[in-house]
């Protein structure tokens, strides 16, 4: 089986349709896709009916990557198979979602002020109907010739995490993010956490902190983690007995990624799965 748990549509930050990325995940020979995008499940009907239609064996694993801050430092909370209407969970997604736009209004802000004549119409424009993020503006300085990357806007010159046009928004705490998808019976895993080109990483000992209020997993294979990123990775989960997974975290033709570049173990997935009493996955055939 192949199976990636980390995927973004246009309902985020990704360039695919939740329509096109079922497709485009099926094509890619994938079994198992997540649909994870920023702090909304607003994807998930149209990737849900997609599913359904396809003449193809895949299975959709509905989630969500959460915004989380910890003493000052951000982070990703992947959050699989929840139930999308628990309103408390719901509430948090909602005022996460809605400082979205201040926040990025504040980095155009910031940037007009370091020279680069990015608009929000021009960020808005790219954003479309989804979730507004630092990649759309990141997307939007491309355009402009700033940077040949949306990767390359991420650094401490740009939109890293503490860079020059950098803007805090809203962040969840991830204890409370713990605490709030396990009451709507999902399961977590903490995504990329030594990607140390975004920014400052959490510290392994708050890592065992999360651990032991319930965190079921650790996101070691992803791009951002080189091989012995991966190998200390493996063996703190390992320790604190997590779950290992491995994801794309694929966002279409805005960043370099493909679908199924890393995968999960199917017995990982299976234990997620056993794990999670919010949502079940939904399969083509």
Not at 3 to 18: N, Y
Not at 53 to 75: N, Q
Not at 106 to 114: H, T
Not at 198 to 219: F, H, I
């Amino acid at each position: 089986m192949r199976i990636d748990l980390h995927t973004h549509s246009t309902a985020s930050d990704g360039t695919d349709t939740p329509t096109e990325l079922v497709h485009n995940a099926a094509a890619a020979g994938l079994d198992v896709v997540a649909l994870t995008d920023h702090d909304t499940v607003g994807g998930h009907a149209e990737a849900t009916a997609a599913i359904r239609a396809l003449d193809k064996p895949l299975t959709l694993v509905t989630g969500a990557e959460l915004s989380c801050r910890i003493g000052g430092v951000s982070m990703h909370m992947l959050a699989y198979l929840f139930d999308p209407d628990e309103p408390e969970l719901a509430r948090e997604r909602e005022l996460v979602r809605d400082d979205r736009v201040p926040r990025a209004q504040g980095m155009v802000a910031k940037l007009r002020e370091l020279g680069v004549p990015v608009t929000w119409e021009q960020v808005a424009r790219i954003a479309g109907d989804g979730a507004v993020g630092r990649p759309h503006v990141a997307t939007a300085m491309v355009e402009l010739g700033v940077v040949p990357t949306v990767s390359d806007a991420f650094t401490d010159e740009w939109l890293a995490n503490g860079g020059r046009a950098y803007v805090e928004k809203h962040e969840l705490d991830p204890f409370d993010a713990i605490r709030l998808v396990k009451g709507a019976g999902g399961v977590t895993v903490f995504a990329h956490p030594a990607a140390a080109k975004r920014g400052q990483t959490v510290p392994e000992s708050v890592t065992a902190e999360l651990a032991a209020a319930g965190l079921d997993g650790l996101e070691v294979d992803h791009m951002d983690h080189d091989e012995p990123a991966r190998a200390r990775l493996r063996a703190l989960a390992g320790e604190l007995g997590l779950l290992v997974t491995g994801s794309s975290d694929y966002h279409g033709s805005r960043k370099t990624c493909r679908l199924g570049e890393y995968t999960t173990d199917p017995e990982v997935y299976r234990e997620i799965f056993r794990r999670a009493t919010g949502a079940v996955p939904i399969s083509a055939i």
